[in-house]
């Protein structure tokens, strides 16, 4: 059974970091595309960040040079530092792990920014 479970939500200040967390079971982590997307109220689901097996990475502009992606395969988890948060970054923030044609969603970590 394919288990991704995120954690590292939580209610921040503009300006402040969180560090997101998301742990895979069940899949051979090392071998999966993983990434991190959002959805705020009413809005449709967006790619935030991604990270190859091979160790690329790639970024929504709205979170360049402020959000950085990363992955331990041993432990099988795969990180979100965000810095300098603001208001609209406020969601549910998801984890993402895809291969070829296998894709699996964890459950979501709320991310709110108060201003």
């Known amino acids: 059974q394919v288990q991704l ?17 998301c742990v895979a079971s069940g899949i051979i982590f090392s071998r999966y595309n993983m990434g991190w997307y959002r959805q705020a109220p ?33 432990k099988g988890t795969v990180y979100l530092q965000m810095n300098s948060l603001k208001p609209a970054d406020t969601a549910v923030y998801y984890c993402n792990a895809r291969l070829e044609w296998l894709e699996y969603w964890g459950q979501g970590t709320q991310v709110t920014v108060s201003s």
Not at 5 to 21: I, Y
Not at 53 to 66: E, I, L, P
Request: no cysteine; net charge positive.
């Open 42 to 74: 009413g809005k449709q689901r967006e790619l935030v960040a991604t990270i190859s097996s091979g160790g690329s990475t790639n970024y929504a502009d709205a979170v360049k040079g402020r959000f950085t992606i990363s992955r331990d395969n041993a």
């Open 5 to 21: 479970v995120e954690s590292g939500g939580d209610l921040v200040q503009t300006g402040g970091s969180l560090r997101l967390s």
